[in-house]
């Protein structure tokens, strides 16, 4: 993987990653599991993150740790309590925990206690798929490579303008990752789309280091792969809607074919165009079903909830 091999990069990658890297160890969210360099805790974290919070996951970490503080004491466990501890914390699927507590096993079974120190080795692991293994991997052994998810893809698409597609982010992430640095670069990067860049930005509160290179940020579109673009609001059913929240707001209460001309000028309650009474009826019910408006169906009357 080359530089010269990854589209849309900075001229001055070096200025890129040091930016990143000062700003995540300037200050960074406090995780139990970014204390330790043991590939096992470290599998357990993120095993329990997959599709979790990370706020509801640092109580389960510790007490699974507690409980078995070892993949020997993992190993050695009654498969059955090792289930009823992630359903009784509501950590996802059970196979998670059967496919973790499998993997103790080969470490302390098969391989005499050696844990495998790159992502090749770690897949061979039960349950341990390409991203579990790559970031233990990295933040065990410092030994990974650059980690590209959901969040990585959403800071490299509005930062480098990089297209959505997976060869592409591979090969950004990969450029972008100092050699031999994946521990501290991959924690940044997914800190940094965690509480910079997330589906709503907040690049100025968050500081972002990356601002001065930004694509999204010099031209105002921070839509990504997973931020599909606002729909229009002029003449979207949104607008509507607040527009007849606002009408009932001012009347104590309107027939359907009342409130309908103040809503759209081209109201025609029984034409054959958009603006119709069953339109309106249809908006006016989904208001109810919210809690926002009482609606009379028999009288076709419409009034703001009390």
């Known amino acids: ?15 890129v990653r040091a930016a990143l ?20 805790e470290i599998l357990v974290s993120e095993v329990m993150s997959q599709q979790t919070q990370l706020s509801r996951v640092v109580e389960a970490w510790e007490a699974f740790l507690d409980r078995w503080p070892t993949a020997a004491d993992l190993a050695a466990a009654d498969r059955a309590d090792v289930v009823g501890f992630w359903t009784d914390r509501s950590l996802g699927y059970n196979n998670r925990a059967k496919y973790l507590h499998e ?46 998810d959901t969040n990585v893809k959403r800071v490299l698409y509005r930062a480098f303008d990089v297209p959505d597609d997976d060869d592409a982010f591979e090969r950004v992430a990969g450029a972008l990752m100092p050699p031999g640095e994946s521990r501290v670069w991959n924690n940044a990067v997914m800190e940094l789309g965690g509480v910079a860049c997330e589906k709503t930005p907040a690049c100025d509160e968050a500081g972002c280091p990356w601002r001065e290179w930004c694509h999204a940020y010099g031209t105002g579109d921070f839509t990504a792969p997973d931020v ?63 809690g926002l408006v009482e609606f009379d169906a028999d009288r076709g009357v419409a009034r703001l909830a009390r």
């Open 1 to 15: 993987m080359s530089e010269a091999d990854a589209p849309a990069l900075p001229d001055d990658v070096d200025a």
């Open 21 to 40: 890297v000062e700003w995540y160890e300037d200050d960074h969210r406090e995780f139990p599991w970014r204390r330790t360099e043991d590939p096992y």
């Open 103 to 148: 993997a103790a096993r080969q470490i302390i079974e098969e391989r005499e206690g050696e844990w495998p120190r790159d992502p090749d080795g770690l897949s061979e692991l039960m349950g341990v798929g390409p991203y579990t293994a790559n970031a233990v991997a990295s933040f065990a052994f410092d030994n990974g490579d650059a980690v590209v």
């Open 228 to 290: 599909p673009t606002q729909p229009e609001f002029e003449g979207s059913r949104r607008q509507m809607r607040g527009k007849v929240v606002s009408l009932l707001g001012e009347y104590d209460e309107l027939t359907l074919d009342e409130l309908g001309p103040r809503v759209r000028v081209d109201y025609n309650p029984d034409g054959d165009g958009e603006a119709t009474r069953e339109w309106l009826r249809g908006i006016v019910t989904d208001l109810e079903a919210d």
